[in-house]
């Protein structure tokens, strides 16, 4: 079963904040997440995994609540750069390795 | 850098064809998928391979085969394509690094079945 992402669309200003959620209904291992800029392939942004830390990279940053089957992505003012499909991937609990399911995708969209 | 190369960017066929898509990649990865994209439901793993000749199922495998003769190749075949199977097909690879299986994702072929 696909993890839930929400929202499924949001558009900002140059410089607000966006926070992207993953939900799943399974244990979860680890989760993977990927930027698609449109007409582009998905490319990896960072990957939370079970008993690790909250992860960041500029002011991109993601946090993974393992209790709750969670994670969210948070966007600190934000660039136009920003703007495309974020996927969440997870892996499941007892199929640790290579095997993603993704969410639906949230498409972000950031104004001048 | 690694490089995921698809055959085509663009494809249609007719109802009824047999159409084969082909992935390679260019960094040894043991590991390699195919996914189709479609709006709202985002990438859906059809088939992957975890070494030469070795493929597990996925979520969506009907209607699909595939093939890995070669570690660098993966190929995605539609033994007869329906209109169903429209959709954008990505292709995958991976191989871990420090425990992270990192998937570096090919441009993608938008398949049309008219």
């Known amino acids: 079963q696909q993890p839930v992402q929400s929202p499924q669309a949001v558009i900002l200003r140059e410089g607000e904040d966006a926070v992207i959620n993953c939900s799943s209904s399974k244990a979860l291992y680890s989760v993977h997440w990927y930027r698609q800029k449109h007409g582009e392939a998905p490319v990896f942004l960072m990957i939370?995994?079970?008993?690790?830390e909250q992860k960041g990279h500029d002011k991109i940053s993601a946090s993974f609540n393992e209790k709750k089957q969670q994670s969210s992505l948070y966007l600190t003012a934000s660039q136009l750069s920003y703007s495309g499909t974020y996927f969440c991937g997870t892996v499941n609990d007892n199929n640790a390795g290579n095997m993603l399911t993704f969410g639906g995708g949230t498409r972000l969209m950031v104004k001048p | 850098d690694v490089k995921v190369t698809q055959s085509s960017r663009y494809l249609v066929k007719r109802t009824g064809e047999k159409v084969f898509l082909e992935c390679v990649q260019d960094?040894?990865?043991?590991?390699m998928f195919w996914y189709r994209q479609d709006p709202g439901l985002g990438l859906r793993l059809i088939y992957f391979s975890y070494d030469v000749k070795m493929k597990e199922k996925g979520d969506i495998p009907e209607g699909y085969s595939v093939s890995r003769e070669k570690k660098e190749r993966f190929s995605l075949i539609l033994e007869s394509a329906s209109t169903n199977q429209t959709s954008m097909y990505l292709c995958?690879?991976?191989?871990?690094?420090?425990?992270?299986?990192?998937?570096?994702f090919g441009p993608g072929t938008r398949l049309t079945v008219t």
């Open positions: 960094m040894d990865h043991e590991n």
């Open positions: 939370l995994l079970k008993g690790g």
């Open positions: 995958a690879s991976s191989a871990p690094t420090g425990g992270i299986y990192e998937q570096y």
